[in-house]
């Protein structure tokens, strides 16, 4: 696709709830991540995959926090027993590859807007 | 852990005006250095970046900023402002090594007309 695409593009849930927020990275990108904002804040990183398994996932807050991406392709953010505390907006990122010099662009989606009551 | 200071959250200044936002990073080893720009309504985008080399890094719209490695900083300037400049910038820095960006807070600059 021409960019990263994420749906939906608002939740509300009440808290105790279950939610999977999903990201479809562009096209042939094998690096994908997730991050955070809170208003007022900057992003704050939550995980990022190279393919299908997690490089790194020690920006996610708790175990109530989970990604997948099972097809090295897109990836869904699950938030079990959601709080009000966990309301932001998610954003998720590609990238061309995994690049340890980190010279690769992530190029993020419109985000969603999570609410929750 | 690295990570990213940005003052003056709120910037308002006329057009033609010259734009400085500061950015000063903690981290204890090589870093690369960015900024993102978010306009109202839209996603964030990468402005310009810096790995290695000219410490004067040039990116889109007219904007440039200079790593100055002995004061930990990374300033983005643009000479002279426009309105369709009004935006979210954010400063962000990576740990050579590892592939996560830390965010400053962001600069919310408002041009007027």
């Known amino acids: 696709g021409a960019g990263v695409s994420q749906t939906p593009s608002n939740k509300v849930t009440e808290k105790g709830k279950y939610v999977e927020l999903r990201c479809d990275p562009i096209?042939?990108?094998?690096?994908l991540y997730w991050y955070r904002q809170s208003l007022g804040q900057g992003p704050e990183f939550l995980i990022y995959?190279?393919?299908?398994?997690?490089?790194?996932d020690s920006g996610l807050p708790n175990d109530r926090f989970f990604a997948v991406r099972p097809e090295g392709s897109v990836s869904t953010l699950k938030i079990q027993r959601t709080e009000r505390g966990d309301s932001a907006v998610y954003l998720c990122?590609?990238?061309?590859?995994?690049?340890?010099?980190?010279?690769?662009?992530?190029?993020f989606g419109p985000g969603t807007r999570l609410t929750v009551l | 852990a690295q990570s990213v200071s940005q003052h003056n959250h709120h910037v308002i200044l006329s057009e033609a005006a010259s734009l400085e936002l500061g950015c000063n990073y903690s981290?204890?080893?090589?870093?690369?250095l960015f900024w993102y720009v978010q306009y109202p309504g839209q996603h964030l985008q990468l402005l310009l970046k810096?790995?290695?080399?000219?410490?004067l890094v040039k990116g889109i719209k007219g904007f440039e900023a200079e790593f100055i490695k002995s004061k930990f900083s990374f300033n983005l300037r643009k000479p002279s402002v426009q309105w369709s400049d009004t935006a979210e910038y954010f400063c962000?820095?990576?740990?050579?090594?590892?592939?996560?960006?830390?965010f400053g807070k962001g600069n919310q600059v408002v041009v007027i007309p």
């Open positions: 990122a590609s990238s061309l590859t995994f690049n340890g010099g980190g010279t690769d662009t992530q190029y």
């Open positions: 096209s042939g990108h094998t690096a």
């Open positions: 995959f190279q393919g299908t398994g997690a490089a790194d």
């Open positions: 981290y204890g080893g090589t870093v690369n």
């Open positions: 810096y790995f290695s080399g000219d410490p």
């Open positions: 962000a820095v990576m740990g050579y090594g590892n592939n996560r960006l830390a």
